[in-house]
């Protein structure tokens, strides 16, 4: 018998226990979802930031980011960058009394740029 048996309605597993079926959540979007998110952990594990000492002595953020993930770091018409990473990250630049530096990348180099030290 499989470890969960389906209906319409509802999930039950090995031991008998039933529970409504999450239909806002398919098979599909799950596997996707548990997919790049071991992609993406797969990818940092090389990854290395600079600890918070070399930071604090450079005197500068430098805050990687993709520039076209709206609502979080994109242009806006005048070509300016803003989202809810960037008002973060100055933010976080001026409670630690440092200058901000924006470099851009892209997702899929976002590992091998942290990799290089360019932010």
């Not at 290395?48 to 002595?57: C, G, L, V, W």
């Amino acid at each position: 018998m499989n470890a969960l048996a389906r209906t319409a309605d509802t999930v039950t597993d090995a031991a008998g226990h039933s529970g409504m079926k999450n239909d806002n959540f398919k098979d599909g979007e799950m596997r996707l979802t548990v997919g790049l998110a071991l992609t993406l952990a797969i990818m940092t594990c090389g990854a290395q930031a600079r600890d918070m000492q070399s930071i604090e002595h450079s005197g500068e953020l430098k805050v990687g980011v993709p520039g076209d993930y709206a609502p979080l770091a994109f242009r806006n018409a005048a070509g300016e960058l803003q989202g809810y990473d960037v008002d973060m990250a100055r933010d976080l630049g001026r409670t630690l009394g440092l200058k901000v530096s924006f470099v851009y990348t892209s997702w899929p180099a976002l590992a091998a740029d942290l990799q290089a030290d360019k932010f």
